[in-house]
């Protein structure tokens, strides 16, 4: 006979995740029903706290992300109550969630917010790292003291920072595009920035603002492995501050790049030695290639027949959404990226289910000028807009949309630069019919706007040009430009006299 299970708590708000989203959406909802609890079920110890929130324009937003024990979370907000546990289970039919720990928790409401996790290139070798959260980041850093040569793997915002803080250690950067940083940036941007990765670094570090990653009173060693291997939740833009990245050998930057190609097989050193494959030394003079004489823990050999030997290798090829958990015993809609298809609301197909952030993929009708990214920004706008539909559905109210996803907007830091994204600021989905202007001062601005019939669709804004709020109202509003041509971006001319 099976033991009898713990009694199941009454109907309550239950949000999944302890990151930004999760912890948003608890908060938000702690906030509109001060007297029901909220529960907030997590697998990490720490959550994510938005804090230091500055609304910079309508809709450009920064702030800081802060990793915080969960008692903290707890004190500031008295009706929310942690439970630190992964989930096993969700019965949807019966409105329950199975925790790990073996406790049952009856639902009105819930949402899920459970993040993603990387993609590694290949599961199980101790030689491939994903970087996603502050565990990964102190083992990359942990396992860079003792690398002469590593090997990055992807091309997202993640890869271009590492890159760019790596130093002492050569990096084999490989890249399936034909130009760095292609999900944040076209081939010109990408240039003006990787003019800084030649340049040697200002040693002076510009003091960052944004992240503290602290698991403070928390002994790793006391985490049991089962532990170790939960997901912890996404890294931000500053992810390695704090963390010193230097490898052994003492020089700045030695970066070559290899472009347009992939992993196609990573060979241990016993089964390279038995094949008896050759590996390339690091490409110093692009016109002699040596063969390499000295042996490595793993080599990586390329879809451009290429193969190079090195300490460990760094997978930065995205996320994939960590549905997994939930998907057993329930029919929900997923989208194309595997996430789980919410509508306007942020409801998924299951009833009262909602969903939001990293976990979900974006599936009403968008905004022709917003795009889902799984960013941080993003993670807290639909938290935050999740609970507000959660809230308004259990009291009968309708809400509108929110007004964050009429246009994406981005705000971030690459190499010491500032930079602004709004729109379709890669012409995403425009096809052809589009034109580009520019305008760039080396070391110092780069703008890029793109337009189409006469209206302007998305801008990229690297430095500090000032002229994100001018472009987001031009964007929003739709308005006809084709007037101005080139003047749009005449340096001499102030824009913002003409559009106030």
Not at 150 to 164: F, R
Request: glycine share 8%.
């Amino acid at each position: 006979m099976e033991a009898a299970r713990p009694p199941a708590t009454a109907g309550k708000f239950v949000v999944v995740g302890g990151g930004i989203a999760g912890v948003t959406c608890a908060e938000q909802l702690a906030t509109q029903f001060p007297s029901e609890d909220i529960l907030l079920i997590t697998a990490s110890p720490v959550i994510k706290a938005v804090t230091n929130f500055k609304q910079i324009s309508k809709i450009l937003e920064e702030f800081d992300v802060e990793e915080q024990s969960s008692t903290m979370l707890e004190k500031r907000f008295p009706n929310i109550k942690v439970i630190e546990s992964g989930v096993k289970q969700l019965k949807s039919e019966e409105h329950c969630i199975v925790t790990e720990d073996g406790n049952q928790h009856v639902y009105k409401k819930l949402c899920l917010c459970a993040g993603a996790k990387p993609k590694l290139i290949c599961e199980g070798n101790p030689y491939v790292l994903g970087i996603r959260d502050t565990d990964s980041a102190q083992e990359f850093q942990k396992q860079l003291t003792k690398a002469k040569r590593i090997m990055i793997i992807g091309n997202g915002g993640i890869a271009l920072e590492l890159v760019y803080e790596i130093e002492g250690c050569e990096v084999i950067w490989a890249i399936k595009d034909k130009a760095i940083g292609n999900t944040f940036f076209d081939a010109g941007a990408a240039e003006f920035l990787t003019s800084k990765l030649i340049a040697e670094k200002p040693e002076a570090k510009i003091a960052q603002k944004r992240t503290r990653y602290t698991t403070e009173g928390r002994k790793k060693e006391a985490r049991s492995k089962s532990k170790a291997d939960n997901v912890g939740s996404a890294l931000g833009p500053d992810w390695h501050e704090g963390l010193n990245l230097k490898g052994t050998k003492e020089f700045s930057h030695k970066i070559h790049l290899e472009t347009m190609c992939e992993v196609k097989k990573i060979y241990l050193q016993d089964e390279f030695r038995i094949l008896k494959k050759k590996s390339f030394t690091f490409p110093r003079d692009p016109k002699s290639v040596t063969t390499d004489t000295e042996m490595w823990p793993v080599y990586v050999e390329l879809t451009n027949e290429k193969i190079y030997g090195c300490d460990f290798i760094v997978s930065a090829t995205g996320v994939t959404p960590n549905v997994e958990p939930f998907l057993h015993g329930n029919s929900f809609n997923l989208g194309e990226d595997g996430g789980l298809k919410v509508d306007d609301h942020m409801h998924t197909s299951l009833p009262d289910v909602y969903a939001a952030g990293d976990i979900c993929t974006a599936s009403w009708q968008l905004s022709p000028v917003w795009q889902q990214m799984r960013l941080w920004t993003q993670a807290r706008q639909m938290g935050w807009y999740a609970a507000k539909c959660m809230a308004a559905a259990s009291l009968g109210d309708s809400t509108d949309m929110d007004f964050s996803f009429e246009l994406f907007a981005h705000v971030t830091k690459f190499f010491n630069y500032k930079v602004v994204l709004l729109g379709k600021y890669n012409a995403q989905g425009l096809g052809s019919d589009h034109e580009l202007m520019l305008r760039c001062t080396k070391g110092q601005e780069y703008i890029k706007v793109v337009m189409q019939n006469g209206r302007m669709m998305g801008a990229v804004l690297i430095g500090e040009t000032d002229l994100e709020e001018t472009f987001e109202n031009l964007i929003l509003n739709q308005m006809n430009l084709s007037s101005y041509g080139e003047d749009l971006l005449d340096p001499n001319i102030d824009i913002e006299d003409y559009f106030d």
